[in-house]
């Protein structure tokens, strides 16, 4: 099979080639890169393999790094862009399921390909378009067929990870897992706990958000491997639950998470513990700790001002979509124009200070301030106050007065 037309970002790395097979080395585009280009999907990054060793290919470019050269690769750098040239290598044994005790260089093309995960990552391309299939990658992409290359259980000895990238695949692509591989998954499923959580959290992460994150769920949780990750051995009904909810790819991390969690009934209160475990952002862990009561809150009621205030703009937003996964219908428009005319945004707005409390009411310092500026916040996102300073005086007198009188705890 021969690509008529290589892609612009083929093209902008042929120099690189060109150079490579002129010095009288061969030289190919190879991996994911391959694949999304004839799965007619965007490409992300331009893998280039070649039987160059390290030290040649730095002898031929004038600028490059070494990112990983104990590992064969260097980074050519040119004007435009930069690309990672990796030397064919074969690989040792693996003692943490991860990564070879060594690597070694070699010149043979179908030795670097073997080593690889899945035959549709083992495609190569030639500088003239030439697709190089060794391993019967183009027959599984046309089948929609997920297979490790060679002995399925050879590759998730190797590389464990290899196992949560299989059904990342499943969701992303909507492949279907071959058989051996699957169970080769079931029997070793149990590696996963080799595995460090960043690595398995990049790789389930973009399992929740695949496009048929339904059928990697399902493989997810029929493999087993769910019981490996973090905080979720009880949870095989919840996950199943999520991977029956209907509708298009989850668009961000946190949404997916608060999907997931909603799913799987965690209380609250455990939301943060959960999310650390699994190495999550800050931002990320701050995000879902707002949207999973919001979302629960939003299947049963319209939108409040002060509930809208409080979680903000954009996590209303985020929220507030998620609705096509319980076959309601999000109204996105009405939540911005809500937002827009909300008569404050946050207590800055507020023309009403804590020095002024503290200057106008003959009381020490303490939490009472607080108490009050949250009170007239509130008052004021309900239409219960205007935010003039003579009016929101008078409420703050008529509330401590009322604290005082034990009739506000």
């Known amino acids: 099979m021969r690509l008529e ?39 992300h990054d331009v893998d280039i393999a070649t039987s160059a060793f390290p030290a040649e290919v730095k002898a031929l470019f004038r600028k490059t790094i070494d990112v990983g050269i104990q590992h064969g690769t260097v980074m050519v750098i040119t004007k435009e862009e930069t690309y990672e040239v990796t030397t064919f290598r074969t690989e040792s044994t693996y003692q943490d399921y991860r990564r070879p005790d060594h690597v070694e260089f070699v010149r043979s093309l179908k030795e670097d390909l073997k080593r690889r995960d899945f035959t549709i990552n083992a495609l190569a391309v030639g500088i003239d378009g030439e697709v190089i299939d060794l391993f019967d990658g183009l027959n599984d992409l046309r089948n929609k067929v997920l297979r490790a290359v060679g002995n399925p259980y050879e590759r998730f000895h190797e590389d464990a990870l290899r196992m949560m990238r299989a059904l990342r695949f499943v969701s992303q692509l909507g492949f279907n897992l071959q058989r051996e591989t699957f169970d080769a998954i079931s029997e070793y499923h149990s590696l996963l706990a080799k ?99 919001a979302l629960k809150y939003l299947k049963e009621n319209e939108w409040t001002a002060w509930k809208l205030y409080q979680i903000g703009r954009e996590l209303a937003l985020s929220v507030d979509y998620l609705l096509y996964y319980f076959d309601q219908t999000p109204n996105l428009s009405k939540i911005r124009m809500m937002y827009q005319t909300l008569p404050i945004h946050s207590l800055k707005d507020v023309v009403i200070k804590g020095n002024d409390l503290f200057s106008l009411f003959d009381r020490p310092k303490g939490p009472w301030i607080n108490e009050v500026l949250r009170a007239i916040e509130k008052g004021i996102v309900e239409g219960e106050l205007k935010n003039q300073e003579k009016s929101l005086i008078q409420f703050a007198q008529k509330y401590l007065e009322e604290v005082d009188n034990g009739k506000i705890d």
């Open 5 to 43: 037309n290589l892609p612009l970002e083929f093209q902008g790395a042929m120099p690189i080639l060109r150079k490579l097979q002129e010095a009288g080395y061969e030289a190919y585009y190879v991996g994911g890169s391959v694949r999304d280009i004839l799965l007619n999907k965007p490409i």
């Open 195 to 293: 595995i460090s959580v960043e690595r398995i959290n990049m790789e389930f992460v973009k399992l929740l958000m695949g496009s048929f994150r339904q059928a990697g769920m399902r493989s997810f949780v029929e493999s087993e491997c769910y019981i490996y990750c973090p905080g979720l051995r009880a949870y095989g009904e919840g996950l199943l639950s999520f991977a029956e909810l209907a509708g298009p790819a989850i668009p961000l991390e946190s949404q997916a998470w608060t999907l997931l969690i909603d799913q799987i009934h965690l209380p609250e209160d455990k939301i943060r513990s959960f999310l650390k475990e699994w190495k999550c952002s800050n931002q990320v862990i701050k995000d879902v700790q707002q949207m999973v009561p």
